[in-house]
T-cell receptor, first 113, second 111 residues
Framework: EAGVTQSPTHLIKTRGQQATLRCSPISGHTSVYWYQQALGLGLQFLLWYDEGEERNRGNFPPRFSGRQFPNYSSELNVNALELEDSALYLC????????????FGPGTRLTVL | SQKIEQNSEALNIQEGKTATLTCNYT??????LQWYRQDPGRGPVFLLLIRENEKEKRKERLKVTFDTTLKQSLFHITASQPADSATYLCALERAGTALIFGKGTTLSVSS
């Protein structure tokens, strides 16, 4: 069974640009979560999608947004990039919302110059 | 607001010993708590989930306890091996939202 996949592996952008990160969940999983892991800060919850709808978002500005497609894959968009957005962005999927273990992808390393 | 703390950033032990990691939380009573392992540059991997009505859970050399009175979970690795060296994260659920993760404890097991 294929795990959670994310693309691209690495992404380099300059300040002010926009970044798009993609995630494909495990087949059959309907919930997708996005986390930001910056150096020294641990995993910070960004967004949670389930059945195509945004269920909750963490304490991040509106320039962090995303969506979930009918096939349950998801996209994270970060507009007006700032230097402090540099981090590892992790996507996870689970069966039936939060009450189960989450399966994480390998992450996308975003560097903002 | 809910707060989750893992007692130390780093823990160094010798091979064969038992590693004990601590996770404390405040201002919340989660229905369950999870533990993950994360290797450098990779996504976390689920290890164990323990519910509020369970005092202890075991899986091979791993043991997790959950004390809702103390608001604390202990994670034990018995007979530790160098391959156990990694960062271990605890996470608690917050009803209607997603998991809140601690910053993790980096375990180093020396041979």
């Amino acid at each position: 069974e294929a795990g959670v996949t994310q693309s691209p592996t690495h992404l380099i952008k300059t300040r002010g640009q926009q970044a798009t990160l993609r995630c494909s969940p495990i087949s059959g999983h309907t919930s997708v979560y996005w986390y930001q892991q910056a150096l020294g800060l641990g995993l910070q919850f960004l967004l949670w999608y389930d059945e195509g709808e945004e269920r909750n978002r963490g304490n991040f500005p509106p320039r962090f947004s995303g969506r979930q497609f009918p096939n349950y894959s998801s996209e994270l968009n970060v507009n007006a990039l700032e230097l402090e957005d540099s981090a590892l962005y992790l996507c996870a999927s689970s069966l039936e919302q939060v009450l189960n273990e989450q399966f994480f992808g390998p992450g996308t390393r975003l560097t903002v110059l | 607001s809910q707060k989750i703390e893992q007692n130390s950033e780093a823990l160094n032990i010798q091979e064969g010993k038992t590693a004990t990691l601590t996770c404390n939380y405040t201002n919340y009573s989660p229905a369950y708590l999870q533990w993950y392992r994360q290797d450098p540059g990779r996504g976390p991997v689920f290890l164990l989930l323990i519910r509020e009505n369970e005092k202890e859970k075991r899986k091979e050399r791993l043991k997790v306890t959950f004390d809702t009175t103390l608001k604390q979970s202990l994670f034990h690795i018995t007979a530790s091996q160098p391959a156990d060296s990694a960062t271990y994260l605890c996470a608690l659920e917050r009803a209607g939202t997603a998991l809140i993760f601690g910053k993790g404890t980096t375990l180093s097991v020396s041979s």
